[in-house]
C-alpha cells in the first residue's frame, strides 16, 4: 500500500517565519471522516510552539530544490523547551524586540 500523500510544501513571503507542509490526501481526516487534508506548520521563530529548526530546513531544501521561492535555512538547535533561552535571547536580539 502507499504511503499517504502527496505533500505540497508551501511558503509565503508576508508570513516569512513559517513554512506549511500541507496535503489533501482523503486518508486524513477530522473524527467524522470530513474535511479531508491536513496542514501542519514549522517555525523558525523559537518562540513558536511550531519551532522546529531540523524540519524547516527539510522544507527549504525541497522548495530550493522546486526552483520556488524560499527562505533561507536556520542554524538547527536543541527543540527542547528547556534549551530555547538562548535562542530566543538572540531572536529577540536580531529581531529587535524583548518578549
Known amino acids: 500500500m502507499p504511503a499517504p500523500g502527496p505533500f505540497e510544501v508551501l511558503w509565503f513571503p508576508?508570513?516569512?517565519d513559517e513554512?506549511?507542509?500541507?496535503t489533501g490526501d482523503p486518508t486524513f481526516t477530522d473524527a467524522n471522516g470530513e474535511r479531508p487534508g491536513l496542514w501542519i506548520t514549522f517555525s523558525r521563530n523559537p518562540k513558536s510552539a511550531n519551532w522546529h529548526p531540523f524540519y524547516w530546513n527539510r522544507c527549504v531544501r525541497a522548495l530550493r530544490t522546486a526552483s520556488l521561492d524560499h527562505p533561507?535555512?536556520?542554524e538547527e538547535h536543541n527543540r527542547r523547551l528547556d534549551k530555547r533561552g538562548r535562542h530566543i535571547a538572540d531572536w529577540n536580539k536580531v529581531h529587535g524586540t524583548d518578549d
Open 19 to 22: 513554512i506549511h507542509l500541507v
Open 14 to 16: 508576508d508570513q516569512p
Open 72 to 74: 533561507d535555512e536556520i
